[in-house]
């Protein structure tokens, strides 16, 4: 079986991730564990070169791919030989996705199209498509992006579907726009322009007040779980601290794709508003997404490994 599938960028932080058969409560240690070993072994590794490790059983093929690193885990019928296999058909397919080798911005953009690919090549446990066209059609290639969104939402977050950019009545009011047939910067914009300028101003402070409240709680939840740390007093207490950060950890980074889907949503409807409204209103606007508080991920990321932290304090050793 594949036990994991996970994408990382140059700093360690998980981009991507897939988990079959794998506990929740282990999921942790995979991904500190992938990283550590990422960060000790792939410096200076060439594009797709393959290398090989095995912890507690199973194996794990890895390799960078671009600004992004790639860890595949596998036991029984997935031993080595068998996941350079997987991890060639999942390189494959992003750098077809991509046009190119990824750098990370690029790889965000187009994060659920990859996600649906990734889906498509393995299959609970088990690598399902290997053929480059059937997975470029069944991963998105001619699925409208719209419903990809959604489906990448639906699958990931259900509880905050609705805080979510709403990407399908923002397409609407690009449609009610007059296109611009020359692809240059128009001297007045419509009113339809405007409406549709409204509307995404309105869904970027929808979004980003509901990252920035989260992100506030996060911070309390976070300072108490470390005064809880410091005050133990038996086994069964930190039983119930260890199960109460790992919830924790795992909302926050449920927060962490809130984010990275948000962007890529907001990448695409700012494209198509670029081929109605010009390169000079898209530059401007792409000047707006980079600076979105709910792109700005550095707290989110310290809380997460804080937490991390905090669960170390209180592991076993290996």
């Known amino acids: ?34 990283v550590k070993l990422g960060a000790e ?7 797709e070169e393959l290398l090989v490790a095995s912890h507690k059983s199973v194996y794990i093929v890895y390799t960078v791919l671009g600004d992004v690193s790639v860890y595949v885990v596998g036991k029984d019928e997935y031993d080595e030989l068998a996941l350079a296999e997987v991890i060639f058909v999942i390189t494959s397919a992003v750098k077809d996705v991509c046009g190119k080798l990824p750098t990370e911005r690029l790889f965000l953009d187009k994060y659920g199209r990859i996600c649906l690919t990734l889906d498509e090549i393995i299959w ?52 009610l726009m007059n296109p611009n047939p020359n692809g240059r910067h128009r001297a007045r914009p419509g009113a339809q322009d405007m409406g549709f ?45 260890q199960r109460e950060i790992l919830d924790f950890h795992s909302e926050m980074v449920m927060l962490l794709h809130y984010s990275v889907i948000n962007f890529a949503g907001l990448m695409k409807i700012v494209k198509k508003h670029n081929k109605r409204a010009g390169e000079a209103v898209y530059s401007s606007y792409m000047r707006r997404v980079l600076q979105q508080p709910f792109f700005s991920t550095e707290l989110l ?3 997460i490994r804080g937490c991390e932290a905090i669960l170390e304090r209180f592991s076993p050793p290996e």
Do not use: C
């Open 1 to 34: 079986m594949i036990l994991a599938v996970l994408f990382a960028n140059s700093e360690g932080n998980i981009l991507v991730e897939r988990f079959n058969g794998v506990p929740t409560e282990e999921r942790l240690h995979w991904r500190s564990f992938l």
């Open 41 to 47: 072994n792939l410096k200076g590794v060439k594009n």
């Open 124 to 175: 609970q446990g088990y690598l399902e498509n290997t053929d480059k066209d059937r997975i470029r059609r069944l991963g998105g290639g001619e699925m409208k992006h719209g419903k990809r969104h959604r489906a990448e939402v639906a699958r990931s977050l259900p509880e905050w579907q609705f805080k979510f950019l709403s990407y399908k009545a923002l397409k609407k009011k690009l449609k």
């Open 197 to 241: 300028k409204q509307s995404l101003n309105r869904e970027l402070d929808k979004v980003n007040t509901f990252y920035l409240d989260k992100e506030e709680d996060y911070i309390i939840m976070f300072r108490e779980l470390e005064s809880r740390a410091e005050n133990l007093n038996g086994n069964e207490q930190v039983f119930e601290l």
């Open 301 to 303: 990321y310290n809380l």
